[in-house]
């Protein structure tokens, strides 16, 4: 009964070479969030999906990209990943207006070869 | 500024002794603040939120505005609350939760 699942769970991409990390989510929630969470720090918010509408945090680099399709599916997007966007990538999904309860995937490892 | 600061990485404790893990916050304006847990392999999810003024697994948090603070407490802590700990605020568009870096709480018998 998974509710938000993120695949795959260990990503292994090359330098340079662009990677799409997915998100799925049977809860029916408005809003998706994408967080970058780098070793011993704080998981940091990316962008959000409020239904339709896209919501870029204003220190998130270019290289970073997110489609969603639909309610129920959420893409990320590294287009040319470097060394330093090794990471664990953290979606999570919440009801419209209710951002301070959100549902967490659990996570997919990016390493940068 | 909007900023959370949990200034201890881990806290280490035995069963039984009472915890504190501790949250200080930025913030202008009246806070929104949380408490989310991450057990071992599973994932992060919401423990208590400082509105409801509820306590969760016998834990509570008290928002202390004058020490800018939103400590986690627990009179006597069991093994299985280790895990990460996270204080977490929402923002003052109230449209995404800023997180603090975490602190790793170990409980041993």
């Known amino acids: 009964d998974a509710m938000v699942i993120q695949n795959p769970r260990y990503q292994v991409t090359q330098f340079g070479k662009p990677v799409t990390l997915s998100c799925s989510q049977t809860?029916?929630?408005?809003?998706m969030y994408w967080y970058q969470q780098k070793s011993s720090q704080a998981p940091k918010l990316l962008f959000h999906?409020?239904?339709?509408?896209?919501?870029n945090e204003a220190d998130t680099p270019d290289n970073f990209q997110s489609r969603r399709p639909n309610t129920s599916f959420c893409f990320l997007d590294i287009r040319s990943p470097g060394l330093g966007d090794a990471a664990m990538y953290l979606c999570?999904?919440?009801?419209?207006?209710?951002?301070?309860?959100?549902?967490f995937g659990p996570g997919t490892r990016l390493t940068v070869t | 500024a909007q900023r959370v600061t949990q200034p201890e990485k881990l806290l280490s404790v035995f069963k039984g002794a009472p915890v504190e893990l501790k949250c200080n916050y930025s913030?202008?304006?009246?806070?929104?603040l949380f408490w989310y847990v991450q057990y071992s392999r599973q994932r992060l999810q919401l423990l208590l939120r400082?509105?409801s003024r509820e306590s969760i697994k016998g834990f509570t948090a008290d928002l202390n505005k004058g020490e800018t603070s939103f400590h986690l407490k627990k009179p006597f802590a069991q093994e299985e609350d280790s895990a990460m700990y996270y204080c977490?605020?929402?923002?003052?568009?109230?449209?995404?939760?800023?997180f603090g870096k975490g602190t790793t709480l170990s409980v041993s018998s």
């Open positions: 977490a605020l929402l923002n003052q568009a109230g449209t995404a939760l800023i």
């Open positions: 400082h509105i």
């Open positions: 913030y202008s304006g009246s806070p929104e």
């Open positions: 809860l029916n929630h408005n809003v």
């Open positions: 999570a999904t919440s009801r419209g207006g209710s951002a301070y309860e959100q549902y």
């Open positions: 999906y409020y239904d339709k509408d896209f919501n």
